[in-house]
């Protein structure tokens, strides 16, 4: 009797085996991904504090600038260091002098380099926005491959957790005529059945992923410079005007993160190495939550190019 009770346990320790056995295969020919990311084309960017552009309150903006620009226009000026020559293409354009050959050579080349410097910064948001978009598929592929060993598992627990059980029914319901075995065999198979049944409530399995480079720990720590954005864009995410109670767009991204409990100070040291750190171990659901992050990330950024837009607009009017 005790070799039949112990049969449904064996079922399930050779289901297991077998799934283990196959995962180790699987996982090795992922690892590349997991470990080494091409999302980045070596666009690492060195620059120091005096590199950044200043704070747009702090300078001196002429008047007929204000005249004409909002003041979202200036400050997107301001973030890719065009507002020397825009104050000069301003005030050319409002001369009221004869407009003369040497005047519209003038114009022409500051209109030029004007243009030239809001096209390199949409460039440039475009090649951001592409290594987060990169990142975020990155991440969520490696969760999908979670995901379905995840459900595999699970799908293979719950056909044992049915054979069981009617191999049990079966057996208890006249198979077995003996009343002390007939409830032992009944007992085991309970027990069986609740062993799966747990095992499928705490399938969450674990990888190792790992990012040396890491956008999302630039925008949590929030340092001067940044090795992952070039200076107008980390201008762009910082920028908090002191007279506006608009926080920056780099604090409202991390809000979001807060107010939708995708990330918690309560596990501030968990949080440090798995979101902002070199990597580790993730979860299914941490993977999905990454991917998550830098999709918002990835949008923020994209918005620099309507203000782009709304300054290249602005300046074909004037």
């Not at 719950?158 to 069981?164: E, G, K, L, Y």
């Not at 309970?190 to 799966?196: F, K, M, Q, V, Y």
């Not at 939550?289 to 923020?300: F, G, I, P, T, V």
Request: with cysteine; hydrophobic share 35%; glycine share 4%.
């Amino acid at each position: 009797m005790r070799i039949k009770s112990l049969t449904p346990w064996l079922f399930v320790v050779f289901i297991l085996s077998t799934f283990i056995a196959c995962s180790v295969v699987k996982d090795a020919h992922i690892q590349q991904q997991t470990v080494v990311s091409n999302c980045n084309q070596q666009n690492i960017y060195d620059y120091t504090e005096d590199d950044m552009p200043q704070p747009l309150h702090t300078l001196p903006i002429d008047k007929t600038l204000s005249t004409y620009l909002s003041y979202e226009n200036l400050n997107m000026a301001n973030a890719i260091g065009i507002l020397t020559d825009l104050t000069s293409y301003v005030r050319l354009k409002n001369d009221n002098n004869p407009a003369d050959l040497e005047k519209r050579i003038s114009l022409l080349e500051l209109k030029q380099r004007i243009d030239h410097k809001i096209n390199m910064a949409s460039l440039e948001v475009s090649a951001i926005a592409s290594e987060m978009d990169c990142e975020e598929e990155r991440t969520s592929q490696v969760a999908n491959y979670l995901k379905g060993g995840e459900s595999e598992l699970e799908s293979k627990l719950t056909v044992a957790a049915i054979v069981v059980g009617a191999a049990g029914a079966i057996t208890t319901g006249g198979v077995i005529k003996n009343e002390t075995a007939s409830n032992t065999v009944g007992i085991a198979t309970g027990i069986t059945e609740a062993s799966l049944g747990l095992i499928m409530l705490f399938n969450n399995r674990k990888i190792d992923f790992y990012h040396e480079r890491n956008a999302l720990r630039e925008v949590w720590k929030g340092k001067k410079v940044s090795s992952n954005f070039p200076p107008s864009v980390w201008y762009y995410l910082n920028y908090n005007d002191p007279t506006n109670e608009t926080p920056s767009v780099r604090m409202q991204i991390i809000d979001k993160w807060k107010n939708f409990g995708q990330i918690s100070e309560e596990e501030n040291a968990s949080i440090e190495q798995i979101y902002f750190g070199n990597g580790g171990k993730y979860t299914t659901e941490q993977l999905a939550n990454r991917a998550d992050m830098y999709d918002q990330l990835e949008s923020h950024i994209t918005l620099m190019k309507q203000d782009l837009k709304s300054l290249s607009l602005a300046l074909e009017k004037l």
